[in-house]
């Protein structure tokens, strides 16, 4: 069933299954699986896990049991999630290069002299809107190695700068972001790149599955916290989409982690860029693309070709597909920047204040109702938002927090 509510769509996903299968797509997102890339990120110097803070008074007030929200504005002074999938991709090509397992390497180890004059020098090449690209220019800054960045029609300058700082080469083209991954790509091919993107096609799979490892470090540390804090594991997961590596990362984890009580999954995605939405409205087993320039806000999430890998994963797993206008991220953003007096402040970007938003929307706007009850929604529920990014671009977040652009 299909509802529309002002510009908000949703669509519950009737493949759902609860059953895991141990072959399936999710298989390569088991824990024990990640615990290779948890060691990698864990020897990164100043490594620590980033907040899981509790909403207790934004919970009360929405008639939750609880609310919580990741903070990956904390990640090594990065803003962002995107660096946990891109120094563990590039490291896993490196130990490919090196003939050498990735279980056995330390980030110490792949830092040092005697790994660079083994590897020589290494051409990356990529494609982003900003966070995927600052990721993987610091991971190849700190390994001694080159990476050229082509970033799509539109993307914001400090983001480009943030990149240039990390010592990339990275310019801003007249492209679409689908558009500009197939530019890199071909770019790669002529110079003799190295593809690192995370998005999968037809034989373009194991580097997308090595940033989605990666990116579910976050959710394994989530676990962890809540197991040292004797807190029950969440029963709703709000997961940001844009190709679907990290919410496909995150929900193939998810699958596997809690077996027995899985959380419930929505997937959340701009109204412009909602390709895992339509795809799962015309419901014939592929996925589907949006073209255009997709104007949002949500710059992170403005990408209209699904991972393969990603959409597998969330087809089997996930439990609803919403489609969001900009709006919505907008006021999620002011709900974590201006707290309830006893909760902690949270900055969260345009592409990080989604669920925060959706949240908020679900359990206050009557026309949702159907929704937050299909969805099982009510005060015995314990909510985890991820917020993915800070302030990646703070004149847009000035823009929005300060001068409530995008009023709801």
Not at 348 to 366: P, Q, R, V
Request: glycine content about 8%.
């Amino acid at each position: 069933m299909t509802k529309v509510t002002d510009s908000t769509q949703w669509i519950m996903n009737p493949h759902r299954v609860d059953a895991v299968d141990e072959n399936g797509p999710a298989a390569m997102l088991h824990p024990r699986v990640i615990r290779t890339a948890r060691q990698l990120v864990q020897s990164i110097d100043n490594y620590e896990r980033t907040p899981l803070v509790k909403l207790e008074k934004l919970a009360d007030y929405l008639g939750l049991d609880r609310v919580y929200v990741k903070d990956e504005s904390k990640r090594f002074g990065l803003n962002s999630f995107k660096v946990l999938g891109g120094i563990y991709a590039v490291a896993n090509v490196i130990c490919q290069k090196l003939e050498v397992d990735m279980k056995d390497m330390t980030y110490q180890q792949l830092v040092s002299k005697d790994v660079k004059e083994k590897l020589g020098d290494l051409l990356f090449v990529t494609a982003t809107d900003g966070n995927h690209g600052r990721g993987i220019a610091w991971a190849t800054r700190q390994l001694g190695q080159r990476l050229v960045v082509f970033m799509p029609k539109g993307s914001s300058q400090h983001r480009l700068k943030m990149i240039q700082e990390e010592g990339a080469e990275a310019s801003i083209t007249e492209l679409n972001y689908d558009d500009a991954v197939r530019h890199a790509n071909e770019y790669a091919q002529i110079h003799g790149g190295i593809m690192v993107q995370d998005t999968a096609w037809e034989g373009y799979e194991e580097i997308p599955l090595w940033i989605m490892q990666g990116y579910a470090v976050l959710m394994d540390e989530v676990k962890e916290t809540l197991e040292v804090n004797n807190e029950l594991p969440p029963t709703h997961v709000f997961l940001q989409a844009g190709v679907g590596s990290f919410a496909g990362g995150i929900q193939g984890y998810l699958a596997q982690a809690w077996k027995e009580n899985r959380p419930k999954t929505v997937v959340l995605e701009p109204n412009e860029a909602d390709c895992y939405y339509r795809t799962a409205v015309i419901d014939d087993g592929k996925p589907h693309a949006v073209t255009g320039h997709m104007e949002t806000i949500m710059a992170g999430l403005a990408c209209g070709e699904p991972n393969e890998i990603g959409w597998k994963i969330l087809r089997a797993y996930a439990s609803a597909f919403v489609s969001c206008p900009d709006e919505l991220t907008a006021r999620g953003m002011r709900i974590l920047a201006a707290p309830l007096q006893g909760d902690q402040q949270v900055i969260s970007g345009e592409s990080g204040a989604i669920g925060a938003g959706f949240l908020a929307e679900l359990m206050t706007n009557e026309a949702l109702k159907s929704l937050q009850d299909q969805l099982g929604i009510n005060q015995e529920s314990r909510i985890l938002i991820i917020s993915t990014e800070g302030d990646t671009d703070p004149e847009q977040y000035r823009n929005i927090v300060w001068e409530g652009a995008y009023p709801s």
